[in-house]
Nanobody, 116 residues
Framework: QVQLVESGGGLVQPGGSLRLSCAAS????????MGWYRQAPGKQRELVAT???????VYAEDVKGRFTISRDNAKNTVYLQMKSLKPEDTAVYYC??????????WGQGTQVTVSS
């Protein structure tokens, strides 16, 4: 019943910006954190950024200073503002939700392509 729907992906030129959104529905009452992961072709899925219900954030080192994660707890929605995008950022970006009982949920992913 838990469903995460990502939006905002697309094609952008190097140096450009995109804002990803993830809307959660059917969510458990107790949410520990929401965040974003990405997977490029031939690579493992990796953490991009997470934010807890209390506002604590964690960023991957290669996106720190360029990406900003935010959330609206009342709406169970998380955002990822991406600036100064690089070709290396090209990947499928997946929304993630973690509950306090260790359950994990994933969205279907949204493609981000950074290319001239």
């Amino acid at each position: 019943q838990v469903q995460l729907v990502e939006s905002g992906g697309g094609l952008v030129q190097p140096g450009g910006s995109l804002r990803l959104s993830c809307a959660a529905s059917g969510t458990p009452k107790s949410i520990y954190a929401m965040g974003w992961y990405r997977q490029a072709p031939g690579k493992q899925r990796e953490l991009v950024a997470t934010i807890t219900a209390g506002g604590i954030t964690v960023y991957a080192e290669d996106v720190k200073g360029r990406f900003t994660i935010s959330r609206d707890n009342a709406k169970n929605t998380v955002y990822l503002q991406m600036k100064s995008l690089k070709p290396e950022d090209t990947a499928v970006y997946y929304c993630n939700l973690a509950s306090h009982i260790l359950a994990q949920y994933w969205g279907q992913g949204t493609q981000v392509t950074v290319s001239s």
